[in-house]
């Protein structure tokens, strides 16, 4: 499968036999992103890190990523630090790093950033979160983790917990699931239910997922609990957040019930989602989930900059 | 023997030659003439339209009607007006007769017509960019954002 100078902007570049595809690559990468062996499959290319929203995790692993593979990173941290600070657009600036970089890997604030960035960038750009829209390599990641767990995504009773309106993991995620015919529950406070449209495009896909507020409703019958941090950033008004912060909390007692083999994934950083008491138990996955970011992206800057394993 | 005119043709009299948008979606008259960048400073002629008129067609109990007087449309200028009147007919009328008959039709694609609902979307954030929305559905219309992957609500308070 030839993935040379595709962009991955949205779920909507993406099949199944493409995610499968990535997928298997990302095992054959696990070696080489622990350290234990060396391949330099992308020497002499250099990618452009541009991330103008904080990240912790997908700005390392991507860093990470490309270094294992021997590519050299450019990178810009804040929009204070750029001509964006002078006015200059955001098209502007992709051209001029365009002419700089081999590939592109874009966090944005706004919505869509990443798919603009595409247009006038003839090197691929890589969307690593753009506002509340898509997150293609998290959801890369997080299925990935599943898989790991589980040897299979065909099937699996998936509950995804917490912030379902403004988490835009979840958003891409509950769209590549539906092309598992997994069975599906949202855990959310009414007011942090998945947008209508998102629901709607997951219905047409075959997935009927069930609706609820209460988190005890999914817990014993899940394969896996994927869980959410409530972002205060994304909160319009203070006071909406603060009715809705804390709602759900994952520790041992709301766990003694679950399947044993049941996982808790979360896409970090949490805050007090998941009691720590939980990072020690069978269940806990969310470490190695954060770990996994790096095979992931080290397969999709592999694919994308057409390097040879 | 000449049939008699049906009473809503009373009501917006005939024309001798231009073009009739018929079956438009009630009270969107005013948003077709919008779509069509057709007012009464940029024409020489007659505008009429009909607002809130009965009608007969299936799916519908009141529509507006547009006449536009020594102005014929073509086919891919109409097409716009499915955004937001996706049962209109259009005839072209020439010394009173009806010359040529179609329904609207939206493309696949919907690009610098309307502007997308989500204001965090990069298209409303000073870029030059030029809107563009995937067309899902066609009647009613259901526009997606290609940028921003939203479905646009509103379609008629949205138009550029």
């Given at each position: 499968m030839d993935f040379t100078n595709k962009d991955l902007v949205s779920i909507r570049d993406l099949d199944r036999s493409q995610i499968e595809y990535i997928l298997d690559l990302s095992k054959e990468m696990v070696p080489y992103a622990r350290g234990e062996k060396v391949k330099?499959?992308?020497?002499g290319k250099i990618v452009a890190s541009l991330f103008f929203e904080p990240s912790t995790r997908t700005k390392l692993s991507f860093q990470s990523a490309a270094m294992r593979l021997g590519c050299d990173v450019i990178d810009v941290s804040?929009?204070?630090?750029?001509s964006i600070a002078k006015g200059e657009t955001l098209a502007d600036t992709i051209r001029m790093v365009n002419a700089y970089s081999d590939a592109i890997v874009l966090r944005h604030p706004y919505e869509g950033a990443a798919r603009l960035a595409a247009e006038v960038s003839n090197k691929p750009v890589i969307n690593a979160g753009d506002g509340a829209g898509s997150h293609p390599t998290q959801m890369l990641l997080d299925l990935f983790t599943m898989k790991e767990a589980k040897g299979t995504l065909d099937g699996l009773n998936i509950a995804l917990v917490g912030d379902l309106k403004y988490g835009r993991t979840v958003h891409t995620l509950a769209q590549a699931l539906t092309m598992f015919g997994v069975k599906l529950t949202l855990v959310a406070p009414e007011s942090l239910q998945m947008p209508q449209d998102i629901v709607d495009s997951l219905k047409s896909k075959g997935c009927n997922p069930i609706r609820t507020s209460n988190l005890e409703d999914a817990i014993?019958?899940?394969?896996v609990l994927y869980v959410t941090r409530i972002q205060k950033e994304r909160f319009p008004d203070p006071t909406e957040y603060q009715k809705v912060a804390g709602t759900y909390r994952i520790d041992n007692a709301i766990l003694k019930d679950a399947k044993d083999d049941l996982i808790v994934m979360h896409p970090?950083?949490?805050?007090?989602?998941?009691?720590?008491?939980?990072?020690?138990?069978?269940?806990?996955?969310y470490f190695q989930q954060a770990f996994n970011g790096v095979p992931v992206r080290m397969a999709i800057l592999c694919a994308i900059m057409g390097g040879e394993m | 023997m000449t049939q008699a005119p049906q009473v809503e043709d009373i009501k917006i009299p005939p024309i001798r030659n231009g073009t009739v948008i018929d079956h438009?979606?009630?009270?969107q008259a005013r948003s077709v003439l919008k779509i069509l960048g057709v007012n009464e400073n940029n024409v020489d002629s007659t505008i009429s339209i009909g607002i809130h008129v009965s009608t007969t067609k299936e799916g519908m109990k009141w529509k507006d009607i547009v006449k536009l007087e020594d102005m014929e449309l073509d086919h891919i200028a109409v097409?716009?007006?499915?955004?937001?009147?996706?049962l209109a007919t259009i005839s072209i009328i020439r010394d009173y007769y009806v010359a040529e008959k179609f329904d609207v039709k939206l493309a696949d694609t919907v690009v610098g017509l309307v502007k997308c609902s989500n204001p965090n979307c990069i298209t409303n954030k000073g870029e030059p960019v030029t809107p563009k929305f995937f067309v899902e559905e066609r009647c009613p219309a259901k526009l997606r954002c290609v940028y921003c992957d939203r479905i646009l609500m509103n379609i008629s308070d949205n138009l550029i």
């Open positions: 330099r499959a992308l020497d804040e929009m204070s630090m750029t014993d019958e899940a394969d970090l950083p949490r805050v007090n989602e998941i009691a720590t008491e939980v990072d020690s138990t069978r269940h806990a996955r | 438009i979606t009630d009270r097409s716009k007006i499915a955004l937001i009147a996706p």
